[in-house]
């Protein structure tokens, strides 16, 4: 059986930007800059829109839920910290399973990425059009046609507000990564404070008759209310996404995590028994816009609701800038491993941004904004998210036992168990999407060993690179290391004109490509 292709954290290093010096990505984000990200790529549909299904699943016991994904998201955190600050690059669960679990693994957890970061987007953008009507509603008295503000799985015919916000966070990525990161921080500080003044509304109404039963679907409930709740918290791998545009990534990338998953977990757990102590878990589930509504019962009046739709629209907004960012660095990574087009890959010496792919990855997600519903979506999401969760903690151990020497800035807590109840916790939410959602993930997976096959095996760098060592070995040449703090370092290849370290079987596949 022939060896994985795995490529080692210091070739991953120097791939990152000393072989395109003037054609790279610039580092201008800092600690408050990557918090604010991870917030703008968390809190978004999953609490303004996804609440109501998550209570409709678990009654009050929501809380319970929320605390539950929160659990499973910290145990993988600690792994993305622990990787994220060794290997500071932007391909996030994808580089690190190249790292750890070799070429094959690594294509489908970008695969799987996709879905993370790619048909997340066009979910997120579905949720968006539905306050983007209940704020013309609150404003105005009118609400776009449903056959041009919904899909039709929904009633209508496309949902042209889902396409338009994607459009704009496609331009204003393409405009360059400082101005993202200001729009996003700017969004993730409005959205905090509208949600903070939700839950100091929704506790003025509070009624404690409103958490009886509190779990009235018992435990069944609360796992299910688990797997729609870690909905609102996908995208804080994202901040991992920031590696080689962050100033100081080896510190500031596992202290942003952590911060974002603590922060986002208070501040749901707050709404949801703001919301339920209000008005009641029944009148909460099913509510598509629940959070508006519960702000015009207890005020009794349009505005109070109108202030939250309008939070909602640029919480919303935000997700999609932050989480587009995210898919386009990543497929950025596979780019320049050959295991998809080149024209990912391509950075403007203007923008210092993947214009072409961005603007690719924008037209090609509007298209299932326009056409599908929410529903549809966001149990693949959340398996697929999943998936690559689970694999990052299995790269941990892989790498802990392969490089003993990698330069850790963080270490996850009590290895190998925090790593293993990772796995633990992600398989039994994986589990919990169902039958249905498991027969999809199957044949999506598939597809992606089928397209890494016939494509990604044959072009990849990393396999090329091997053979050319195999067949002879060139003179050791001496390249330039960006690290976190700015400065370089020499590091020796043996094959000309190639950054990274020696390549020998172990560190760079075994085998050339096969045809």
């Not at 210091?10 to 990557?34: C, I, P, V, Y």
Request: glycine residues 12%.
């Amino acid at each position: 059986m022939p060896a994985p292709r795995i490529k080692s954290p210091r070739l991953l290093l120097a791939e990152s930007g000393a072989d395109r010096a003037g054609h790279g990505l610039k580092r201008t984000m800092g600690l408050f800059q990557l918090v604010c990200f991870g917030v703008g790529a968390i809190v978004g549909t999953g609490i303004f829109v996804g609440l109501s299904d998550s209570v409709a699943q678990a009654g009050p016991a929501v809380v319970v839920s929320f605390v539950l994904a929160a659990i499973t998201c910290v145990l993988t955190a600690f792994a993305f910290a622990e990787l994220g600050g060794a290997i500071p690059v932007s391909g996030s669960s994808y580089s690190f399973a190249y790292a750890g679990l070799g070429e094959t693994t690594a294509f489908l957890v970008g695969w799987c990425l996709l879905l993370e970061y790619g048909v997340s987007v066009s979910a997120v953008a579905v949720g968006w059009s539905q306050y983007v009507n209940e704020l013309l509603h609150s404003l105005t008295g009118l609400q776009l046609p449903a056959a041009l503000s919904a899909g039709p799985g929904d009633g209508g015919m496309v949902n042209l507000p889902a396409v338009v916000v994607i459009a704009l966070a496609s331009l204003l990525l393409v405009r360059g990564v400082r101005e993202s990161a200001r729009a996003t921080a700017a969004m993730a500080v409005l959205k905090l404070a509208v949600l903070v003044a939700f839950c100091a509304i929704g506790f003025t109404a509070f009624k404690h008759g409103h958490l009886t039963p509190f779990s009235p679907a018992g435990l069944g409930g609360i796992g299910a209310g688990t797997t729609a709740a870690f909905f609102s918290y996908i995208g804080f791998d994202a901040i991992t996404t920031a590696g080689e545009e962050a100033k100081n990534p080896r510190r500031d990338i596992p202290v942003a995590i952590l911060v974002c998953i603590g922060l986002v977990t208070l501040l749901y757990c707050a709404v949801a028994l703001a919301a339920i102590g209000a008005i009641g878990g029944k009148e909460v589930a099913g509510r598509p816009a629940a959070l508006s509504y519960v702000v015009n019962a207890v005020t009794g009046s349009s505005v109070g609701g109108a202030v939250i739709a309008f939070g909602a629209v640029v919480a919303i907004a935000s997700v999609v800038l932050a989480v587009m960012y995210g898919q386009t660095r990543i497929l950025m990574s596979m780019s320049r491993d050959g295991l998809v087009p080149r024209v990912f890959e391509k950075v403007s010496p203007k923008t210092s941004t993947p214009v072409a792919g961005t603007l690719i990855v924008g037209a090609v997600f509007a298209l299932p904004a326009a056409f599908a519903s929410l529903d549809a979506v966001v149990n693949l999401c959340t398996i697929g998210t999943l998936a690559t969760m689970a694999a990052v903690n299995v790269a941990v151990i892989a790498l802990r036992r392969r490089e003993p020497g990698l330069g850790r800035s963080f270490r996850v807590p009590l290895y190998p168990l925090v790593p293993l109840l990772g796995v633990a916790c992600c398989l039994y939410l994986m589990y919990e999407t169902g039958r249905q959602t498991w027969i999809q993930f199957a044949a999506f997976l598939a597809a992606g060993l089928l397209l890494y096959v016939l494509y990604g095996r044959r072009n990849s760098r990393l396999a090329a690179r091997a053979g050319a060592v195999t067949e002879a070995a060139g003179p050791t040449a001496s390249v330039a290391v960006t690290e976190a703090a700015g400065s370089t370092a020499p590091v020796a290849v043996t094959v000309p004109g190639l950054a990274g370290e020696p390549l020998t079987p172990d560190a760079a596949g075994a085998r050339p490509p096969t045809a």
